[in-house]
């Protein structure tokens, strides 16, 4: 199946997957080109789907990535089965199921929000097919991460607390910086910072 939009053509592509012992079908979205590059997995938040990251696509493809968007299982057009009980480690291994139905490899996973907490427990699963995670606005981090960063996520006064307790020098945006400021900050020793190294998209000709 292909949807066509005014500047791109996407795939809609069912995988089955193995959950249980019962067969589910996750569902993905990616560009109708000829594959090439690295995989980049989009992985929406709570009622997200996949269809919401479809305009990101062409520029990553041009700078060397292959972009896939995934509904997560019980969203979307991807299965939804009453028997399941979800919580973060089944959407985790729905998608672990999925890559290795893909055969995919050297991954980078973008997940918004609770996709970011989701791909906290897909690189638990399968260390060695993540090359890196990018995480925005995440859920998932726990207690290890510092108590002002857990604060900075409230809703509404985040912006304002990231302001004037960690980027008191440096504009509100997602740029290197901010990133760095983050990862820098992380208090979970036991993580290497190289599996968490940030994936920033590139801007105005701006080259890796």
Same mark, same amino acid.
């Given at each position: %199946?292909?949807?066509? *939009?005014? @500047?791109? %053509?996407?795939?809609?592509?069912?995988?089955?997957? /193995?959950?249980? &012992?019962?067969t589910?079908?996750?569902?993905?979205?990616?560009?109708?080109?000829?594959? =090439?590059? $690295?995989?980049?997995?989009?992985?929406p &938040?709570? &009622? !997200?789907?996949?269809?919401?990251? $479809?305009?990101?696509?062409? /520029?990553?493809?041009?700078? &060397?990535?292959?972009? %896939?968007?995934?509904?997560?299982? !019980?969203?979307?057009k991807?299965?939804?089965?009453?028997?399941?009980?979800? /919580?973060? *480690?089944?959407?985790s291994?729905?998608?672990? @199921?999925?890559?290795? *139905?893909? =055969?995919?490899k050297?991954?980078?996973?973008?997940?918004?929000?609770?996709?970011?907490?989701?791909?906290? !427990? +897909?690189?638990?699963?399968?260390? $060695?097919?993540?090359q890196?995670?990018?995480?925005?606005?995440?859920? !998932?981090?726990?207690?290890? #991460? #510092?108590?002002?960063?857990?604060?900075?996520s409230?809703?509404?006064?985040?912006?304002?607390? +990231?302001?004037?307790?960690?980027n008191?020098?440096?504009?509100?945006?997602?740029?290197?910086k901010?990133?760095?400021?983050?990862?820098?900050?992380?208090?979970? /020793?036991?993580?290497?910072?190289?599996?968490? *190294?940030?994936?920033?998209?590139?801007?105005?000709g @701006? $080259?890796?």
């Amino acid at each position: %199946m292909y949807i066509k *939009t005014a @500047e791109l %053509m996407i795939r809609d592509i069912y995988s089955p997957i /193995t959950l249980y &012992g019962n067969t589910y079908k996750i569902r993905h979205i990616e560009l109708n080109k000829p594959q =090439k590059g $690295k995989p980049i997995i989009f992985l929406p &938040g709570i &009622g !997200g789907f996949a269809e919401s990251y $479809k305009w990101n696509f062409d /520029t990553f493809y041009q700078n &060397g990535y292959w972009p %896939m968007a995934v509904d997560h299982i !019980g969203f979307g057009k991807s299965d939804k089965p009453h028997e399941l009980d979800y /919580t973060v *480690t089944i959407f985790s291994q729905a998608i672990v @199921e999925w890559i290795i *139905t893909n =055969k995919l490899k050297n991954i980078v996973l973008v997940g918004n929000s609770f996709g970011g907490g989701v791909s906290i !427990g +897909i690189w638990e699963f399968i260390p $060695k097919k993540i090359q890196s995670i990018v995480l925005v606005s995440s859920a !998932g981090f726990g207690r290890e #991460l #510092l108590w002002n960063y857990r604060f900075a996520s409230l809703p509404i006064l985040n912006e304002l607390i +990231i302001f004037i307790a960690f980027n008191k020098y440096i504009p509100i945006n997602n740029g290197r910086k901010s990133w760095k400021s983050i990862i820098k900050n992380y208090n979970d /020793t036991s993580l290497s910072l190289d599996k968490f *190294t940030p994936f920033i998209p590139l801007q105005n000709g @701006e $080259k890796l």
